[in-house]
């Protein structure tokens, strides 16, 4: 059931508008209040599938002029409760909104709307020989990538959203629309509105164009895995890699309970011990050689059984477990919703902050999954909980509180890269504090003074 519903003179004025792409089904209102999260679900009175720009503008001046809350949608995987319609409203679902619309091989970049997903636009490059980097594991729109600063597997390469966009075109509350950036590779033409809106979670504008960096499709690509006794011998082995300065890609960390979840999930029998999945991009010659560097620094920490391929199927074979490791995690309780978490801290600081996260779910008798882009010091433990589990949220919610703490201690952040959304509104005052986030709070007054953009998020 919708929370709130449309204004009668707002509905008849969308319906005329939209016609049947403007929904009121039960089914698909309860689909767009929530993301790929344990928060419930707060659907919107409506759901208007908008297909272009101009259409996008006149929805969202209907929208202002009835004082009516506006949550975009891309492809519904985020995780921390930005999707939920808190305060009712319409939901502009953008996946119909999901044309390419230059790719430009010269300059290394291209136009994509919105509802474009990464594995559309990657489909699309690969006869050119370009490619788009950011991955983060599911096939999100770019919209949404924009809206949360995605990143993912290839970041410590490639960077994540914010490095990777040029331009945006950002319809306002108002109906107003603006051109971030340009074509050009950098620009110091006054503020960067580009970067204040990729990671603005969909309420500062709404994102209606995107235009992004590409990049050549690397001559080789060598993948390679190698398990260690412990955690934190894999940790130390991933500083010890970033210290060195070597070009790794992607640099990733299961741990022994990631890897049995895998196996029981996927039926596969990857050894169940903390293991580091890499990735080195370039030539023949060079990813070799880096690979056997990598070798080196792994057996100097105890790894063992160091694996690379470099066939297509080999390396599929290679990633599956990484891949699957959230579905894998969820599998293991019966009707269990994910509970993510997502902290970031400084690389020197990871092994010990892995080694306190260890201790303390050793301490409550708990053996949750924890995965990472350890190369960026960024990882999460992955809690399978049932919606009806209140003791087991409650005990997921006092690991976070402390794993949080412990990343500040240590100079990081309560999110590397799933954002604020509703659950980490008071860690997000806790990081930054009363006057940065005050100031976060006028940009919001100044750009969306009625507070109609995705309302009762990040503050
Ligand atoms: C298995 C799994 C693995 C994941 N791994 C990662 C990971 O490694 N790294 C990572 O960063 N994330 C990860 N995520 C989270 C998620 O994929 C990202 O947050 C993603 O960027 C969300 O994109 P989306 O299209 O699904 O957006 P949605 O969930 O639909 O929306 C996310 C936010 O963006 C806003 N939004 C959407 N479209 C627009 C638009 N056109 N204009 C303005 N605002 C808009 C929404 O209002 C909302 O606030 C993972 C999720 C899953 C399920």
């Known amino acids: 059931m919708a929370d709130h519903a449309l204004n009668p003179a707002l509905r008849d004025a969308l319906e005329a508008l939209l016609g049947p792409d403007l929904s009121t089904n039960p089914s698909i209102l309860d689909q767009h209040g929530h993301g790929e999260s344990h928060h419930p679900s707060r659907p919107p009175a409506a759901v208007a599938f908008v297909e272009t720009e101009e259409v996008l503008v006149q929805v969202v001046r209907l929208c202002q002029q009835h004082h009516t809350p506006m949550v975009a949608f891309g492809a519904g995987t985020s995780i921390e409760?930005?999707?939920?319609?808190?305060?009712?409203?319409?939901?502009?679902?953008?996946s119909r909104m999901n044309r390419i619309l230059q790719v430009n091989p010269?300059?290394?970049?291209?136009?994509?709307?919105?509802g474009v997903t990464r594995e559309q636009l990657n489909q699309h490059l690969r006869d050119q020989g370009?490619?788009?980097?950011?991955?983060?594991?599911?096939?999100?729109?770019?919209?949404?990538?924009?809206?949360?600063?995605?990143?993912?597997?290839?970041?410590?390469?490639?960077?994540?959203?914010?490095?990777?966009?040029?331009?945006?075109?950002?319809?306002?509350?108002?109906?107003?629309?603006?051109?971030t950036g340009s074509a050009a590779r950098k620009s110091s033409a006054g503020y960067n509105l580009t970067e204040l809106l990729v990671g603005s979670e969909g309420t500062l504008g709404?994102?209606?164009?995107?235009?992004?960096?590409?990049?050549?499709?690397?001559?080789?690509?060598?993948?390679?895995?190698?398990?260690?006794?412990s955690v934190h011998d894999a940790v130390m082995t991933v500083i010890n890699i970033m210290q060195y300065g070597l070009a790794v890609s992607r640099l990733e960390l299961l741990d022994a309970c990631s890897l049995q979840a895998v196996n029981q999930y996927c039926q596969t029998d990857y050894p169940q011990r903390p293991t580091l999945f890499m990735e080195f991009h370039g030539s023949d010659a060079v990813v070799t050689e880096q690979a056997a560097t990598a070798q080196s620094i792994c057996e100097e920490n105890g790894g063992e059984a160091f694996i690379s391929a470099t066939s297509e199927e080999e390396k599929k074979h290679m990633w599956h477990a990484r891949h699957n490791a959230y579905y894998a995690a969820l599998a293991q309780v019966p009707n269990g919703r994910g509970w993510v978490t997502d902290v970031c801290v400084?690389?020197?600081?990871?092994?010990?902050?892995?080694?306190a996260t260890q201790a303390d779910l050793e301490a409550e008798n708990l053996a949750i999954p924890i995965v990472g882009h350890v190369g960026d010091g960024n990882f999460h433990l992955l809690f399978s909980i049932p919606p009806d589990d209140h003791e087991?949220?409650?005990?997921?919610?006092?690991?976070?509180?402390?794993?949080?703490?412990?990343?500040?201690?240590?100079?990081?952040?309560?999110?590397?890269e799933h954002g604020i959304g509703l659950g980490k509104k008071s860690y997000l005052l806790?990081?930054?504090?009363?006057?940065?986030?005050?100031?976060?709070?006028?940009?919001?007054?100044a750009m969306d003074p009625l507070h109609l953009l995705n309302p009762g998020k990040i503050f």
């Open 106 to 114: 010269g300059d290394l970049n291209c136009v994509v709307e919105p």
């Open 81 to 94: 409760g930005q999707l939920q319609c808190v305060e009712g409203g319409l939901c502009i679902d953008f």
């Open 206 to 229: 709404l994102i209606s164009r995107i235009q992004l960096k590409l990049y050549g499709i690397p001559e080789q690509v060598l993948a390679a895995r190698v398990c260690f006794p």
């Open 346 to 355: 400084p690389i020197s600081r990871l092994a010990d902050c892995i080694d």
């Open 392 to 416: 087991r949220l409650q005990q997921a919610q006092r690991i976070n509180q402390r794993l949080i703490a412990r990343a500040h201690e240590m100079g990081g952040t309560c999110t590397g």
């Open 130 to 179: 370009l490619f788009f980097p950011v991955d983060p594991g599911a096939n999100a729109s770019l919209g949404g990538m924009v809206a949360t600063d995605a990143s993912g597997t290839t970041t410590l390469r490639y960077g994540g959203m914010k490095h990777n966009v040029l331009s945006l075109h950002a319809v306002l509350a108002n109906g107003d629309t603006i051109v």
């Open 430 to 445: 806790q990081e930054k504090g009363e006057t940065t986030v005050a100031v976060m709070a006028a940009l919001k007054q």
